[in-house]
């Protein structure tokens, strides 16, 4: 009686194969999509740092905060690239700079339509993410 050879794989190895990989998927998602958002965060942090510090090399060099609609120019020779863009919650990719022209020695206050990146105040020279601290899905004070 002469053996037959198999070639392929039967249907049962195919769905257990399949249930692996599937529950192999379901555990390092959720840590791989973790790790992407907090990258972004900290991506953000970073560029809100880098933004602060020339402002504040700018005011050591020319004895003033850039003035109101003035930052993204003021910054270029500060910067090495583009005017950075946020790359977290709505205000994600906006290049804008709103500019809080109250002359109080508070912090900037963001703007309450959103439709910019950064919030910055020439009064003191400060900046903070564009975001409502109230209503942010971030949650936390940028």
Do not use: C
């Not at 700018?58 to 270029?76: D, I």
């Not at 709103?98 to 950064?118: F, I, L, Q, R």
């Amino acid at each position: 009686m002469k053996r037959r050879t198999r070639s392929g794989f039967s249907l049962i190895e195919m769905v257990i194969v399949i249930l692996i990989l599937g529950i192999i998927a379901a555990v390092a998602a959720p840590r791989m999509f973790d790790t992407a958002e907090q990258a972004e965060i900290n991506t953000t942090r970073q560029q809100l740092a880098v933004l602060r510090n020339a402002i504040e090399m700018h005011r050591a060099q020319n004895g003033t905060y850039p003035a109101n609609g003035e930052l993204v120019t003021a910054m270029s020779d500060m910067l090495n690239g583009p005017f950075p863009q946020p790359t977290i919650g709505p205000v994600r990719g906006l290049t804008g700079v709103y500019y809080d022209t109250t002359t109080t020695s508070a912090p900037v206050v963001p703007s309450p339509d959103g439709k910019s990146g950064w919030a910055y105040k020439p009064h003191n020279g400060s900046l903070k993410l564009n975001l409502d601290p109230s209503g942010s899905d971030i949650g936390v004070d940028w």
